[in-house]
């Protein structure tokens, strides 16, 4: 039968210990996101120095070596496994010689003393600690020169031992410290006083100095050092540095325009001026004048008719508008119309006049067409756009030689294919909605779309703005567009908004 030693026993059961199997790592539960104790390394270290015994014989300075395993439960506390091959030898001139081999192992708690004290330091350079521990030793003792009858060898034999040290180490690198170190180890049991081979004393003593080569496993990127070598203020001190680098989030809005300051673009403007959402004024008729400068806000630059003045100021009356809009009318009747050709386009280029009546041209009816947006990958008419669709279709019932192009649009969240035969359904129902609602005849209104293309919002997202139909006073060029090929999700990639 294959007999071990205590020492191996005791460096198999170590490694149990610190590195448990994947079956019983799954039984872990999860770390949780956010711990006032990091994820750190554990340290694996190997250690040589001299080897001593305090005995009944006057020792003589030999050698040990062997290695551990810390591993730190927090920043002051940590747990060490260590192994332990030392050769002793003692001689003098009343009792003779004799040589000891000792195998040993032990479990350890180890304080680090200078993490008790806090700074601003975020990791020591030194690390100062002390120990206390115990675990067995297994010896033979060898009697080389007897003098006296009390000297003998010792067959092999295990005792308990106490362990008690001190310790420095220095860090030399986030993976490397070098560490100097001290113990005395302590025997208990019936033949605790012959580690020498002479029974006459309470119990041997074996003393060991050495050094210490240490590197901390583990992966830098996700884990910390051993923490007996971090500040335990470091966590606190990095969560308050971040907050100080964060922006302080200002409610104030110096021009009480409803847009804060973060996000004005123009911090100067008078009160109640009205302003968009970037706090700019608003130009409703793009003319280049904002609306709190302009006299007609609502009528573009070139149509402006000044018929008298009050004052310095230019004003425009009732006599001027009506005279606006007459002359736009004139031109719708005046510019492109559609007719009949001969050619089966229902276009008469010669005459200007339409077989259906119907006018075509662009004019001050522009300016009461509104868009109606739509809910996400759907055509239906939201009741919301019914007064939107009423205000269309009153301009068509009162110019009633008016045709007007309806286009579709969509926004950026899915396919192309699939977004033009969105934006066309869209179309179809706005149309379907102005015939069979307020019984406006389908060849005054004609069908375009165009997808994705043209958005209102610069948004690759999903966006009400963008998803929209357009009106507007249709051109002798505006043809109704055929329909695209129908695209389903699965088919046609879709991404998911619309």
Do not use: C
Request: hydrophobic share 35%; net charge negative.
């Amino acid at each position: 039968m294959t007999k071990f030693s205590p020492l191996a026993t005791l460096s198999f059961l170590a490694f149990v210990f610190f590195f448990p199997t994947s079956a019983n790592a799954q039984d872990i539960p999860p770390t949780p996101p956010y711990q006032a104790t990091p994820a750190h390394m554990w340290e694996l270290g190997f250690h040589g120095g001299t080897a001593v015994n305090f005995g009944d014989i006057e020792f003589v300075p030999n050698w040990g070596t062997g290695f551990h395993i810390r591993r730190a439960i927090d920043y002051v506390f940590s747990i060490r496994g260590e192994a332990l091959y030392a050769k002793l030898k003692q001689e003098d001139n009343v009792n003779g010689s004799s040589e000891s081999t000792i195998q040993s192992g032990s479990l350890q708690l180890v304080v680090s003393i200078n993490n008790l004290v806090w700074n601003n330091v975020p990791r020591r350079k030194t690390n100062l600690y002390g120990f206390v521990g115990g675990g067995v030793t297994y010896f033979e003792v060898d009697a080389l020169e007897i003098l006296t009858q009390d000297l003998n060898s010792i067959n092999p034999t295990t005792q308990t031992h106490a362990d008690l040290g001190l310790g420095i180490a220095f860090r030399l690198s986030e993976r490397f410290n070098l560490g100097f170190e001290s113990k005395a180890q302590v025997l208990f049991g019936k033949h605790a006083d012959l580690l020498d081979g002479i029974a006459r004393q309470q119990g041997d003593v074996l003393g060991y100095g050495n050094v210490r080569l240490n590197f901390n496993l583990g992966n830098k990127e996700k884990k910390a050092e051993p923490l007996y070598w971090v500040n335990p203020m470091d966590i606190i001190m990095q969560d308050i540095t971040e907050l100080k680098k964060r922006p302080v989030f200002d409610m104030t809005d110096s021009d009480a325009d409803g847009v804060i300051d973060l996000l004005d673009q123009d911090n100067t403007t008078p009160p109640g001026t009205v302003v968009d959402t970037r706090g700019i004024p608003l130009d409703s008729d793009n003319d280049g004048i904002p609306n709190n400068q302009d006299d007609e806000p609502y009528l573009p630059e070139s149509s402006k008719i000044v018929t008298r003045k009050e004052g310095d100021r230019p004003v425009t009356n009732e006599d001027d508008v009506r005279k606006i809009m007459g002359d736009e009318m004139n031109k719708i009747v005046n510019q492109g119309q559609r007719g009949t050709n001969g050619d089966g386009n229902g276009k008469d280029k010669n005459s200007g006049s339409s077989s259906k009546g119907v006018v075509f041209g662009s004019g001050i009816t522009d300016w009461f067409l509104p868009n109606v947006h739509f809910n996400i990958d759907s055509y239906k008419v939201r009741y919301a756009e019914y007064g939107s669709l009423s205000s269309i279709a009153k301009v068509m019932k009162s110019n009633p030689s008016l045709a007007i192009v309806v286009t579709g649009f969509t926004d950026k969240t899915a396919s192309d294919s699939y977004n033009l035969d969105l934006s066309y359904q869209r179309a179809k129902a706005a149309i379907e909605h102005l015939v069979s609602i307020h019984g406006i005849a389908r060849s005054r209104l004609i069908l375009n779309y165009n997808g994705e293309d043209f958005p209102l919002v610069p948004s690759t997202g999903s966006t009400i703005m963008n998803r929209r139909v357009e009106f507007r006073v249709a051109s002798d060029e505006d043809e109704d567009m055929e329909q695209p090929t129908p695209v389903t999700k699965k088919n046609g990639n879709s991404k998911g908004g619309f």
